[in-house]
């Protein structure tokens, strides 16, 4: 479904951040993908998210060559694919329940059609009654799921989750892990970008590791 | 699972979790933060917050460069009535006088003057005026009722010139002067052309304004996109990572700045109507009565092709708002991408 | 202390952690995202980002708003000016005709006429115009060179009024017209009180618009400046929540109005000022020579104090759109707190 | 230093999300603060930095009664006290050594009297290279080591930290917490929220913990 060939990538004039980082993920498959703090994890989501162009190297997504793709293309490809944000990126001005429903809003569904959808996702994250309210009052934790739930609203065919688990205690981790895992078994395949191994160690999946730029693979 | 995990996930209704209700949430809100939307809003909020686009402020850079450009079409309107009638009185200034002698002697003169005149190339006509309208004229100055056969008032010969302009008037004075002593041409046509040329500095200075005012509307206008689409930055990047167009996410934004040039854009012409129409009311006020009187009023009432030039001027302002917003989000877009 | 840990804390300078020098940074930075600051900036990077206060816009608006409340103040001034010639020509346009008869009789009644005239309260003054000044008045009509004794013109004589209006002109034409049938009073003061009328409306016009451009310039600052804490209520509660106090975050913020309105005032101002400084040069460029020519042009000549009057337009503006942003800077911090 | 009295709070018309807390802490002192995601560590953090009056209650901060401050001597009080978000809060327009130096620069500080300080603590933190980018390029760890410079550059007396590690590694979390203990044996009283149950066991140290709205004190 994925697969990386020699990717190289620079900030700028930067050194490379990312160095012949060579890969694939299959469908229906579960990674985490982990290393230390600036090593590299978000710049390689952003590169499966198409938010960065590889510097050298090919990247192939969904079968296709991502440096050949225009605008409305990326727009298409990025609906197959769920993310989410270490920092969130909800929208301030909307309220938990329009922030979840955004992804459906876009492709220009009636709110009618979604609406039961939306509020059951967010019963299962826990934000059953945090629906009406706008994210700055929610707690981190809050925000976190909230953010999940919009990654998973539009039944993503690969979805990308980047420290999902760093503002929620271990029992609420544990239970968002359990999602993604259910989320995995129903035909998903998810990267899960953590520092915490104590969750790692609670699912035994294929690991990812970044070191010095270097992609190191743990079947 | 634990208790804890429970009250995370607001499974237990009862529990003291708190906001534990969309309505409490609400009311919480309302103190604390942002205003809530209510639980089944029809309407659903705008994705570009409109509070983000500094909207009233461009509203009223619109609502005045409309009023500015409203009140220069009226004006210019009016004051080109004003020349053209300014232009036709010029036919009616260029006059022969002949001195007044014995009669016979000056109807003759009169008569060859106004042969003369007639045969000069670009002067269409030439009246000569019956003793009549001479005493109407001089009325003014020496009273009603007078005999002018009396009196050795000077004969008047009105010239039309034909309009092309081609009349070589100083050569009409030379042949008068040489071939009849008495006559004298009286030449209004130095003094007509500096109003002319007045009113059409003045019909410059308009389009210049109006050039000016478009240019500074679309400037405005440029200048609020890329803010809002600056401030909205995170908007607009959230709406691509969710997979939305261009075109989607360009018309989050033109929704508003249509309304913004719509709104500016009637303000200020209704405005720029209002002031024009209180003008063209001063007369029946009483304030200008009498049809002659050559005020600033009469000059500014710029009549019904002035207040349709006002209604034009808006709808171009309120398009020419939306346009601009929508070129410049494309543009803008695309450094985003 | 594992390697991982002195790869991320930056402790191994040749290690392979990307943006390794400052240098570099700056350069990853200039492609990929907002601009770096130089290394050792002297200046500061200024805490309120100006990109975020629409301030371009808001320039515009000011300079536009300058630019009306100038050409208002301007254009007022100079209609004053036109007005109280007109008024004072009013005093001349008050004439007592009388008919031409025998030379001596109608001395006499001239004198009769005269004295009558200066006998009426209100009245300041009546002269008797000479045949000269007479047959000046007549030379548009009868030709230079005329020997006027030889002609039944009316005499004429002028009245000034003292200018409080007291005159009862009414009753003076009937006692005239009683005592010297051959005598009339030519009145011309309900054209010229309809003149000024129409003077004081157009400054009255004038007024109610400088009132409007100023309560829209303050408006759309306080608009602006509160669009401008909104969108930096991230940076007003960092800087509370850094210990800095209400004064030095209105400081942050007033620094930009302050420079915002004195650009746009100088931008309004100046633009007036060259526009009627070209108003007023038209003349010299041989477009209305002629200095009694009543034109839209030499009206329109504001002189000495309509220009101290913009100069002044412009500093109030910006010490207004400074003094403004700063109240309501104040007051929105407050609902942050 | 710090005393609550009974302290209630709820958002405006909720229910409590405190109720009844008393506690105190000690100058020089060192506490985690723990509790489920949603309980109200963050909003414990806002009452003890006054960015949130108690509905109930009695609040004494450095010996004074904290509903009785005006905006101004707020501003003096938090002076004496640094802060750790939980979401950084860094201002995105300014450069990492701008954002840390900003508590001096507010207090009217030259630039030329605290360069060095900043420089050096920035290299402490592991930032010494990320100087003079701006924030939205940092990696999430960076970022929250940055608004951990930004608190300690005050030398403050009372450091509040939210979450101060949720978004690095383990090792990296070890190394901060030994910064903060360093501070703490300097003379600054300590309060670490955190999810972090292998970080709360690498320290013996008291722990408030909040469930149910309520405080409970583990000494
Ligand atoms: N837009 C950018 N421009 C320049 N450098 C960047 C940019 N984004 C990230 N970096 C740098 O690239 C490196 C890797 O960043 P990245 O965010 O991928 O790290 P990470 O593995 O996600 O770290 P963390 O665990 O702290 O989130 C960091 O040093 C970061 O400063
Ligand atoms: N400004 C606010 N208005 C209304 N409710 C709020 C506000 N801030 C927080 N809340 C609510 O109060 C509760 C406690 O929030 P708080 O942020 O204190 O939790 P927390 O313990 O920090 O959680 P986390 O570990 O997820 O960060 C949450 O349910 C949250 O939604
Ligand atoms: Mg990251
Ligand atoms: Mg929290």
New interface residues.
Partial sequence: MVRFENVGLRYGMGQEVLKDVSFGIQPNSFQFLTGPSGAGKTTLMRLLFLSLKPTRGLITLFGRDVSSLDPDEVAVLRRRIGIVFQDFRLLDHLTTYENVSLPLRVLGKEEASYRAEVTELLGWVGLGDRMHVLPPILSGGEKQRAAIARALIGRPEFLLADEPTGNVDPTLARRLLRLFIELNKSGTSVLLATHDIALMDQYDARRLVIADGRLYVYE | ??T??A?????T?A????????R???????????K????KARQ??S?V?S??I?G???V??VA??TF?AAITIGSAVA?RGTASQWRSDVTREVTI?V?AGDKATTDAQVQAAADIARKTPGIADAHILTGEETAR??EP???SG?DLN?????RVVVLRLDGAGTADLARLKRTLTDKIPTA?LDDHRG?SR??V??TD??ML?GVVMLVLVGL?TV??VV??TR?AV??NR??V??????????G?IAAQFQRHFLKIGTQGGLIGGLAATA?FG?IAA?PQLG????PE?P???S?LNPGPWGFLGIAVAVAVVALATALTSRVTVYRTLRTI?
């Fill in positions: 699972m634990s804890n995990d009250h995370s996930a607001g499974k209704p529990s003291a979790v708190p906001g534990d209700t969309a409490e949430a609400k009311a919480t809100a309302a103190k604390t933060g942002p809530p939307r209510p639980e659903p909020t994705i917050p509070s983000t500094a009233r402020a461009l009223a850079v005045i460069m500015l004051v006088q001195r004229l001089l100055w020496l009273g007078l009396d009196l050795p008032v000077p004298s003094w500096r109003l040329a007045v500095a003045v200075i500074a400037l405005s200048f609020a803010a600056a401030t995170a908007v990047e959230v709406l691509h990572f969710v997979g939305a167009r261009d989607f002031l209180a001063l304030l200008g009565g009498d009187l005020t600033v009023v000059w991408q």
